[in-house]
């Protein structure tokens, strides 16, 4: 489904990504781990345009998608979510997640301004299948209220219906749990698991270990920009390079 | 409301029949159709602009040159200079939209003094400081648009078209792209939305409208001269915007009709009317950002959604 090749970005002279090679199969959930700045967020910044990368590719689908605009990169079919949440505040709840509708509205603005009646019929199916992603979520009762004053859990979840009601090939979720109670955490993790059984392709970015472990097919590791290790959870919990690098980690901050 | 607004227009005339009155209201219609233009891209789009009294002035002087010196036929050379003005805000556009914040404030701004100077100054043809005179009313077959009863319902017609196309525009897809761009640039991006191109595709609309304007300003009255097209109508437009409401199109009406009929209601306003608008500018930016009709709305939006979560939490409880 996606496959990086000697993915590279530096800042400036820093490498914060060197020579990232992995793929993502089809229909199964890829975790992306790492100790704190080891350059998850700027990979996935990287394959969905967000930053430019250095060098390397990112083919998805076949398609060459590295240094392609973001929106290109969206309309192939890649959502993703942002580790600080990004909505937007002042839209409504059901304005945000028709907002990931916006390849599928894809009208030019004349037509927007004469609203003919096709465009009205499909203004509904969009509106239709958002509420529909909004229900799934349990938001039902938020839909017009403006983002911004949203408790943060509901926060976390409009983001997530936003970024699968265009039911896209490959999503891609920067730390879905973070700043989440347990509860609310295997919530996520339960929608995850549906997500998944609905034949989703998902990589995501998690500092959770154990919903890592309990849904994760595949793990990869970075550390400072190199991928050292990739395999299943089990697999990478024993890998020793993996251990070093949490450990020594922890070892130099205690 | 469209149609009750569009009624009372159609009404409005037959029992206020002073003709200064009626040209009062008739430059409200045209400052509306610049300030809905301006509204899409500063209040949707979350740009600014400080030139469009340029786009403004191109399309009065575009439409009195063709049609005063060369005499061409009004209505086409209207939607020619519209054209023509459009390709302009592309020609501009295209590398001054890359900018944001305020350089982005100041190359507009430099684009209106770039096009005031070039009015002021080629005086063969635009005639300089001391303006153009002598351009065609506009017409329909032997019935003209001459005096403010018929300026009235044409004006008012081109507004209220423009009113409830913007109005289309802002509840369609693409209005949506537009308010998320505004708010976050890059989650715009990461969900689908070209944000370079509908920033320039909104920056030429408001400048087509823009142009518009200019043009039925020309045909309304006449004579034209490069002051109403300074930097200050500029700031005005802006002020027009910012005060209705940033992202509303019913707001902009209100903001075009506060400003132009202020210094008509109190006299000593004409003569400090600058320092009124600055006044009232920051009065409405400290209190509600949004400005008063958006700013209003929010703050109702928001008080109903928690009003209601707070019952729910009392049926919970009992």
């Given at each position: 489904m996606l496959r990086l090749d000697h993915l590279c970005k530096n800042f400036g002279g820093l490498p914060a990504l060197s020579d990232v090679s992995f793929t993502v199969p089809k229909g199964k959930v890829t975790a992306l781990i790492g100790p704190n700045g080891a350059g998850k967020s700027t990979l996935i910044n990287c394959i969905t345009g967000v930053l430019p990368a250095t060098s390397g590719s990112v083919l998805f689908k076949g398609h060459e998608i590295v240094n392609l605009a973001s929106h290109k990169i969206s309309a192939l079919g890649i959502s993703r979510t942002f580790q600080n949440l990004r909505l937007f505040?002042?839209?409504s709840v059901l304005d945000n997640v028709m907002t990931g509708l916006t390849c599928e509205g894809g009208h030019s603005m004349i037509m927007a301004m004469l609203r003919l009646p096709y465009l009205r019929h499909r203004e509904r199916q969009l509106k239709l299948r958002s509420l529909e992603a909004l229900d799934y979520f349990d938001l039902s009762d938020k839909i017009y209220w403006p983002a911004e004053i949203l408790a943060y859990g509901d926060k976390k979840r409009v983001e997530l219906a936003r970024a699968i009601v265009g039911k896209p090939d490959l999503l891609l979720l920067d730390?879905?749990?973070?700043?989440?109670n347990g509860e609310e955490t295997a919530a996520v993790g339960d929608q995850l698991k549906l997500l998944r059984r609905a034949g989703h392709t998902l990589m995501l970015v998690e500092h959770d270990m154990d919903l890592v472990m309990e849904i994760a097919d595949q793990v990869v590791v970075l550390d400072s920009g190199r991928c050292i290790a990739t395999g299943t959870a089990d697999e990478v919990r024993r890998n020793p390079l993996v251990l070093e690098a949490y450990l020594g980690r922890m070892e130099a901050t205690a | 409301m469209v149609v009750m607004l569009s009624t009372l227009l159609m009404l409005f005339p037959l029992f206020e029949d002073n003709p200064y009155t009626l040209g009062v209201t008739n430059l409200i219609a045209i400052n509306t159709i610049v300030v809905l233009g301006l509204n899409l891209f500063i209040g949707y789009a979350g740009q600014i602009s400080l030139g469009h009294a340029a786009f403004f002035g191109l399309g009065a002087y575009g439409s009195a040159i063709t049609?005063?010196?060369?005499?061409?036929?009004?209505w086409p050379a209207m939607l020619l200079v519209a054209m023509a003005v459009g390709c302009i805000a592309l020609f501009v556009g295209?590398?001054?939209?890359r900018l944001s914040g305020h350089y982005l404030a100041m190359a507009t701004l430099g684009f209106n003094f770039v096009v005031h100077s070039v009015l002021l100054e080629w005086d063969t043809l635009t005639g300089g400081p001391s303006g153009f005179s002598g351009i065609p009313y506009l017409a329909f077959g032997d019935f003209s648009f001459d005096d403010e009863v018929r300026l009235h319902y044409l004006l008012w017609s081109f507004t209220m078209i423009c009113l409830l196309l913007c109005l289309n525009l802002v509840r369609s897809g693409v209005g949506r792209g537009l308010s998320a761009l505004a708010e976050d640039e890059t989650a715009a991006a990461a969900l689908g939305v070209n944000t370079r191109l509908a920033k320039i595709k909104i920056f030429v609309l408001s400048a087509v409208m823009a142009s518009l304007a200019g043009s039925l300003f020309a045909h309304c009255y006449s004579f034209i001269s490069p002051d109403s097209f300074g930097i200050f109508t500029s700031t005005d437009m802006v002020i027009m915007v910012v005060i209705g409401g940033m992202g509303s199109i019913w707001g902009s009406l209100f903001g075009a009709g506060l400003i132009t009929l202020l210094p008509e209601w109190i006299g000593v306003f004409e003569n400090y009317k600058d320092f009124v608008h600055g006044g009232i500018l920051v009065l409405v930016l400290m209190f509600l950002p949004q400005g008063l009709i958006s700013g209003l709305k929010d703050m109702v939006t928001v008080r109903l959604a928690l009003h209601k979560q707070k019952g729910k939490q009392k049926d919970a409880a009992t």
């Open positions: 505040p002042r839209l730390e879905p749990v973070a700043g989440l | 049609t005063g010196t060369y005499g061409l036929p009004p295209i590398p001054v939209l």
